[in-house]
């Protein structure tokens, strides 16, 4: 092994790459681009949503009801919901979001209550439908209301006094820091796409540098070169790695500047402070993210390059690496779903680790236990992956696959 | 085999011998004993249930793309490795460069064996695959050649020393900052050469160096060929399927087929084994039938026209004496021109290549 015969490799293989435009486009304009898009795009799209569901009035059967005029009064007198007569189809008329609920009230209402025989409203509404949500906490609220309303006029016509009826409040206070709130919200979502930026990065020049090499038939001419295969088969490698990392930092920059921007935007959109999202994260993180980071990136680079190697041409290389990018989601996307905890069996799996650990770090804090476990293991991933490829570099039945 | 002196009994009474001895032949700089390279392909069944078994359950069979090759070639040689596609030409010229490890046999090349001590060895040699390129596709042209400087350890000095004789020589320096990729075929091969060349090698292996050259550019590159083995004493072995290149360059051909060599030998040797048909080219004064001409045709003659006036005999000089047939032409029409050629090289290549002629001396 000759650092400088690796060197050399390197930058050939740097300066090749940052003049073929795909690798640029792969490595650069995606990375930067992508981000601002998804969050400029999806933040604008979903605070336009969640404003226009807020600014509809719902419209709302009332099913029964005819024998219980002031509890039809409290109901039609709420300016937030429309409440029109029930016609018999109302389930589906909701399942088809012609109408946001129905309110269902038992027969006598008004007199029942009266008596306090705790008589029950159903309120049919549409899970899953932010719209249909949204009425139908609109209607639980008005009708506690009007049960705070109508107890406190039942317990004064008692002669008690009327806060009786309420003996005490409550209220809820945030304690987390903003961070955690992000981190929780967004914490999953962040190393997510920085993790799949990292291998997409590093996907196209691993495929240029073995199967493209191959194809164009330039293999053969650097291999008469003075040159160890293993001294080539790193410089290669050290190339991936780059395009991987460069991907992966632009990602990190860009996504904190579109944070920021999305941030300014939401607020503005978002007047209710309760549904805005705190987008506030530290550049320490996102330091921590990246130093994380690095090992599965030279994991992937150095799998990618081994897998890559196999083909035998461009389009074979395609063939084989794309279902690798699912292999790469699936961690990911499981370090999302809720319950998943970072433990001693999930710090050891890759990928998922990584989404794990990056999320705690997003979110403010530090388990350096598992940091420290998760970095070293994923260290020891690489290198195994590192000696592959270098081994396979070293067989002819690889390079010269028939 | 190599002969040190101390294996001769030098008799000082024979002037001649001691001489002999002196002038001993330095040993072949390239020498191939029963070098063989096989290769397991498995074996496609055909249709869609044939592509399903595949996948699961696959019959290898061994080939020998070169099988128990032996040759050897010295200093200053420039020899010809000729062979139909798939004769096992490139894996030769692989296993020669050191990218590919023998199955059995022997290869020296330069004092080194290829394939065990490929660092050094390359060092000695210049390698130029015709279709492939060893510069780099993005990159302008100078930038391959100062990271080639740098592999192989060129000095400064040495370096621009060169590079001002290939401009000269190759006149590459009109596009040195152009990305190989802009280049055209014939300026790439002649960049490639360049760069093959760069660290001075003694030995220069060719595949197909014109495959897909205009006929000025050939031109250009067996003129800088014959350049470069007539002033640097460079050993040349070059594969090609132009034979052009052959009869320009080479005095000596190796012909392989199916991993074997079947000839070795100076190609004039090559032609008077094979040379079985000669032809005569003759235009007559005036027009005539050629129903007359008929009367020529016969055991191992043939005839065609070429245009009016114009006609081909053809004729195997086993069967008919060219100077009968010359008389009789003569004897019966007016000839004005004649002229007697030989066969073309490409039909006795073809003939070899289609198992017809055979190159075992008689």
Redesign the interface.
């Known amino acids: 092994m000759s650092l400088r015969n690796i060197g050399v490799v390197y930058r050939k293989e740097l300066k090749d790459s940052l003049r073929d435009r795909r690798t640029v486009i792969s490595m650069v304009v995606v990375p930067i681009l992508l981000f601002p898009a998804l969050t400029m795009g999806m933040g604008y799209l979903g605070a336009k949503m969640m404003t226009e569901a807020k600014q509809e009035v719902p419209e709302v059967m009332v099913v029964g009801g005819n024998d219980s005029p002031r509890l039809m009064e409290a109901l039609k007198s709420n300016k937030k919901i429309n409440a029109v007569p029930a016609s018999d189809d109302y389930i589906a008329q909701i399942s088809n979001k012609k109408v946001r609920a129905a309110v269902i009230i038992p027969a006598n209402f008004d007199a029942a209550a009266e008596r306090g025989e705790g008589k029950t409203i159903v309120i049919d509404y549409y899970e899953g439908e932010v719209k249909s949500q949204l009425a139908e906490k609109t209607i639980e609220d008005s009708l506690t209301d009007y049960r705070e309303k109508l107890a406190r006029q039942l317990v004064a016509a008692r002669g008690v006094p009327g806060q009786l009826a309420k003996p005490f409040e409550t209220d809820d206070e945030n304690v987390a820091p903003p961070e955690k709130v992000a981190g929780s919200s967004l914490g999953g979502l962040i190393p997510y796409f920085v993790i799949i930026l990292a291998l997409t990065g590093a996907m196209y020049p691993a495929m240029d540098l073995t199967a493209g090499e191959k194809e164009r038939g330039t293999m053969e001419t650097i291999l008469t070169s003075p040159v160890a295969r293993t001294d080539l088969v790193l410089g290669k490698f050290f190339m991936v790695l780059t395009a991987s990392m460069a991907t992966a930092i632009l990602s990190l920059s860009s996504m904190g500047v579109s944070f920021l921007f999305a941030k300014n935007t939401l607020d503005r959109l978002l007047s209710d402070e309760a549904h805005g999202v705190h987008f506030s994260i530290d550049p320490s993180a996102v330091l921590a993210v990246f130093v994380m980071i690095l090992p599965l990136s030279v994991l992937f680079s150095a799998v990618l390059l081994a897998i890559a190697l196999f083909a035998k041409s461009f389009r074979e290389a395609q063939t084989y690496l794309s279902p690798l990018t699912i292999i790469v989601i699936m961690p990911a996307i499981i370090a999302l779903l809720p319950g998943i905890e970072l433990n001693s069996r999930t710090a050891l799996i890759p990928i998922l680790s990584t989404t794990l650990v990056c999320k705690e770090l997003v979110g403010g804090s530090h388990p350096w236990g598992f940091i420290t476990l998760i970095f070293f293991a994923s260290c020891l991933y690489a290198s195994i992956a590192i000696g592959v490829a270098v081994s396979l570099f070293n067989r002819e039945s690889v390079l010269f696959r028939a | 085999m190599v002969h040190s002196p101390a294996q001769f009994p030098v008799k000082i009474e024979f002037q001649f011998m001691s001489e002999a001895i002196v002038s001993t032949p330095p040993p072949p700089i390239i020498e191939v004993d029963e070098l063989s390279k096989h ?3 498995f074996h496609r069944r055909e249709g869609i249930w044939g592509g399903l078994q595949n996948l699961f359950y696959r019959e290898y069979k061994t080939v020998a793309a070169v099988d128990r090759v032996s040759f050897t070639i010295n200093r200053g040689e420039m020899v010809g490795y000729i062979g139909p596609n798939g004769a096992g030409k490139s894996t030769s010229i ?1 296993m020669l ?5 023998p199955t059995s046999g022997k290869a020296l090349v330069n004092g080194y064996i290829p394939y065990k001590q ?3 060895y ?2 000695t ?1 210049g ?1 130029v ?1 015709g ?4 510069l ?4 302008a042209v100078i ?1 391959s050649f100062k ?2 400087r ?3 350890d060129v000095s400064q000095r040495d370096f621009d020393a060169r590079m001002e004789q290939f401009n000269h020589v190759l006149g590459i320096s009109d596009f040195l900052y152009t ?1 190989v990729r802009k280049l055209s075929l014939g300026e790439r091969m002649r960049c490639d050469l360049a760069a093959a060349l760069l660290h001075n090698p003694p030995l220069l292996f060719l595949d197909e160096p014109t495959i897909g050259l205009d006929v000025v550019a050939k031109h250009h590159i067996r003129e800088f060929l014959r350049t470069v083995n007539r002033e640097y004493q460079t050993t040349v072995l070059l594969t090609t399927h132009d034979l052009d290149d052959i009869e320009e360059l080479c005095k000596r051909i190796l012909i392989i087929d199916h991993g074997k060599v079947l000839f070795d030998g100076p190609l004039e040797v090559l032609k008077s084994r094979l040379l079985r048909t000669k032809h005569i080219k003759f235009a007559v004064k005036q027009q005539i039938d050629s129903d007359t001409l008929r009367l020529f045709a016969g055991d191992g003659v043939s005839v065609d026209q070429v245009d009016e006036v114009t006609f081909r005999l053809r004729f195997d000089r086993t069967k008919v004496s060219g100077a009968d047939l010359i008389r009789k032409l003569l004897a019966e029409h007016d000839v004005r021109d004649l002229l007697i050629e030989d066969e073309p090289i490409e039909e006795i290549i073809k003939r070899i290549y289609a198992g017809e002629a055979s190159l075992v001396a008689d």
């Open positions: 290769s397991r392909t692989k460069t050191g990218i590919l490890v490929r660092r050094q390359v060092r040699i390698v695959f279709q492939r390129t060893q780099w596709w993005d990159i930038e990271l080639l740098r592999i192989y990305p």
